[in-house]
Every structure is written in structure tokens, then in C-alpha cells.
Nanobody, 127 residues
């Protein structure tokens, strides 16, 4: 029984930044790797970033490397995605996800095992 809730999305202009948050409830997220995914209109859901259970390993999609940063605060049962220098191509619904057998590396390779998903938060970037 893990529930995830994303927040922090909104309407911004190109070059702006947003800090997305994912808060877990029900049970602690501490043992789980966490991932961020997004789905843009007309596209399949894609991997964005992931972080290992201890925060020592992170992975990023090529499209966001150097602009996005994933982090976590296990004491607060939260994971974050700092999105800097946003571009219109970043427009999408952003989801956080996890699973008891999912790894950060596996998420980067679009492997399965993600049993828990949030409802998403919408990021819209205008040019």
C-alpha cells in the first residue's frame, strides 16, 4: 500500500524552472528506487530520470541531461525533480513511479516492475 502524489507543475515560459515533488504515503519510500516519467501529447510515455534507494546513483534521459536534477529526501518520504531551462518540448504530464523490485537502472532502460504510480502533474512550457 504505497500511494504517490505529484505536485509542482504549472504553466511557464521557455527558460523558466519548476521543482516537481512526489510525496509518498502509506509506507515509506526509503527502500525503493524512484523514477520520473512523462507523457506528451501524441507521444508514448518516456523515461525522464531515476534515483537509487540510497540516492547514490542517478540516471537521466539524454533530452534532459544537464537541465534536470533528481533528488530525494527519505526522511520526508519525498523525491524531487528540479527542471531548469525548460523548453516547449518538455511539455507533458509528469509522473513519479516505483516498485519493490524496480531499480533505477532498470527504469532508465524502460524495464517493468513499476507497480505504483502517481496521478501526474502537468508541465506546460510556452515559447
Amino acid at each position: 500500500q504505497v500511494q504517490l502524489a505529484e505536485s509542482g507543475g504549472g504553466l511557464v515560459q521557455a527558460g523558466d524552472s519548476l521543482r516537481l515533488s512526489c510525496t509518498g504515503s502509506g509506507r515509506t519510500l526509503t527502500p525503493f528506487a524512484m523514477g520520473w516519467f512523462r507523457q506528451a501529447p501524441g507521444k508514448e510515455r518516456e523515461f525522464v530520470a531515476s534515483i537509487s534507494w540510497g540516492g547514490d546513483s542517478t540516471y537521466y534521459a539524454d533530452a534532459v541531461k544537464g537541465r534536470f536534477t533528481v533528488s530525494r529526501d527519505n526522511a520526508k518520504n519525498e523525491v524531487y525533480l528540479q527542471t531548469n531551462n525548460l523548453i516547449p518540448e518538455d511539455t507533458a504530464v509528469y509522473y513519479c513511479a516505483t516498485g519493490p523490485f524496480a531499480s533505477a537502472a532498470g527504469m532508465a532502460n524502460m524495464r517493468g516492475g513499476l507497480d505504483f504510480w502517481g496521478k501526474g502533474t502537468l508541465v506546460t512550457v510556452s515559447s
